[in-house]
Structures are given as structure tokens and as C-alpha cells.
């Protein structure tokens, strides 16, 4: 077996069912765009490498995604171990995002959840927490969406059960986010008055 050749051939197909979310994913564009030019911050969170990829979308806003242009605040929730910890010890790991969501979450800013299961308790919880707080929220999710299946305000729900290949779709969507508002972050929020 060519493991290799059977790794592509799963990834070619499932990035060939993501035409289906141009909606979704337009919609997720037009809330992402709205909160960071309308002056409110991003907020996102997931566990292990949807962590990293969270990382990575964040650190695209607060400095920068192709081109030079001013930050935007954009923070990754699953950083900081000191506050991840004592959350975790002090509380529960299934709070880990909820709290820091209380901490510095505000109505019109917007949360991005990223998980391949849709079944981890800490991401559930931030998008409860995020509802409550008046966020709104994008949840990319896989495995058919999971226990997170319908609690965001859009969803971008890869068609794959396979975890690597839903982390490589979502890895891209978070990119396509990117190149998709990348020529209204550079003009910039629009100037008063």
C-alpha cells in the first residue's frame, strides 16, 4: 500500500466537496470583516493542532496575513500557560476557553472554534459562553459536525471522518478566510464622519 499515494488521493476528494461551503464560508467573511473593521477583536481557540492552526489564523490579523497594513487584535486563547493552567487546575479543562471568553470577550467581537470532533467540552463550552456574551461565533468542525453542530452563528463543516485530512481542509479555509479579507483590512476601517 502506498500510503503516500492513498494520503492524496483522500485529500483531493475531500477538498473537492469544499466548493459546497461558499456560502458558509462567505458568511464567515462578512462577520470576520465586519467585527475586526468595526473595531471588536477576535478570539479563537481549539486543543492540540487545531491549537496550532488557531495560532496561526490569529497571528494572521495581529500582524500580518500578504501584504503591510496595520494589526488587527486578534487573540489565540489557547496560548499562555500560566492562565491555561490555573483554569484547568483551578476550575476545569472543559472551562479552559469559557473563562478567558468572560475575561475578554465583548458583545461584537467574534469567536473562531476550531475543532475536527465537534465533541471537546472546552470548545462547547466557548460557544455557549460566546452566545451568552452576545459574540458571535464561526466553528469549524468536522466528523459531521459533532455535539458543536448548530451552536454557532456559522459553520464550516469539512466532509471528512478522516482527522488529518479535516485538519489540512481547515488549515485552507482559515487561509481562504484570510485572502478573502485581506483588501479590506488593508484599506482599512472606514473613517468617521
Do not use: W
Request: proline residues 4%; glycine residues 12%.
Amino acid at each position: 500500500m502506498n500510503i503516500l499515494l492513498e494520503a492524496t488521493k483522500e485529500a483531493i476528494v475531500t477538498f473537492g466537496k469544499l466548493s459546497a461551503l461558499q456560502i458558509p464560508l462567505e458568511r464567515a467573511a462578512e462577520i470576520l470583516r465586519e467585527s475586526l473593521l468595526g473595531g471588536s477583536k477576535l478570539l479563537v481557540c481549539g486543543n492540540g493542532g487545531s491549537a496550532a492552526d488557531g495560532a496561526d489564523f490569529s497571528t494572521e490579523f495581529a500582524c500580518r496575513f500578504k501584504q503591510d497594513r496595520r494589526p488587527y487584535p486578534a487573540l489565540n486563547l489557547s496560548g499562555g500557560g500560566s492562565l491555561l493552567t490555573a483554569i484547568g487546575n483551578d476550575y476545569d479543562f472543559s472551562e479552559l476557553f469559557a473563562r478567558q471568553i468572560r475575561a475578554f470577550g465583548r458583545p461584537g467581537d467574534l469567536l473562531v472554534a476550531i475543532t475536527t470532533s465537534g465533541n471537546s467540552k472546552n470548545i462547547l463550552r466557548a460557544l455557549e459562553e460566546s452566545r451568552e456574551m452576545g459574540l458571535k461565533s464561526i466553528a469549524l468542525l468536522g466528523k459531521g459536525g459533532g455535539a458543536a453542530a448548530g451552536l454557532a452563528t456559522v459553520e464550516l463543516l469539512v466532509p471528512s471522518d478522516t482527522t488529518a485530512r479535516i485538519q489540512e481542509a481547515q488549515k485552507f479555509l482559515l487561509h481562504v478566510l484570510c485572502e478573502m479579507l485581506e483588501p479590506d483590512l488593508i484599506k482599512g476601517p472606514p473613517k468617521a464622519g
